[in-house]
């Protein structure tokens, strides 16, 4: 039985959940990256005409896949072609959910860090104890 995009994306969102499984990095200008048993992930989103679409890139080697957020087919409110569609969609929705809070965490505890590097070494430049 192959592997779905769903499966694959559910897999991928509890192990970022989980946090000490993958470690995402923002990237400039946008998108976030982390490497993952050998693998390099990717997640961004894409310009679209009805919007921008969330897609998830794995490459190992020369080898590359995408997984793309299924199109909208919906007017006035999301509808897509199938219920795997629209969990494929919520759960990528979760995935960068979860990367987003997991770098935002990093970047609190880097500046709480550099904080502290900082008045200890005010403090031994002054002679005063910290």
């Known amino acids: 039985m ?5 499966y694959v994306v559910q897999y991928l969102l509890q192990a970022t959940q989980e946090g ?3 470690l995402w990095i923002e990237k400039e ?4 990256v982390a490497n993952f048993r050998g693998m390099e992930l990717e997640i961004d989103s894409i310009p679209g005409r009805a919007g921008p679409r969330l897609f998830l890139s794995i490459s190992c080697a020369s080898e590359r896949i995408q997984i793309h957020e299924p199109a909208n087919c919906g007017i ?3 509808k897509y072609e199938s ?3 629209q969990r494929l ?9 979860a990367v987003a809070g997991q770098c935002s965490a990093r970047r609190k505890r880097s500046a709480e860090k550099t904080e502290v590097i900082r008045q200890s070494i005010y403090g031994r430049l002054i002679g005063a104890e910290v």
Do not use: N, Q, Y
């Open 83 to 85: 219920e795997d569609d």
């Open 20 to 22: 000490s499984e993958i």
């Open 89 to 97: 969609v919520g759960l990528l929705k979760e995935l960068v959910a």
């Open 76 to 78: 006035f409110r999301e």
């Open 29 to 32: 200008p946008s998108g976030r």
């Open 2 to 6: 192959p592997i779905s995009d769903t």
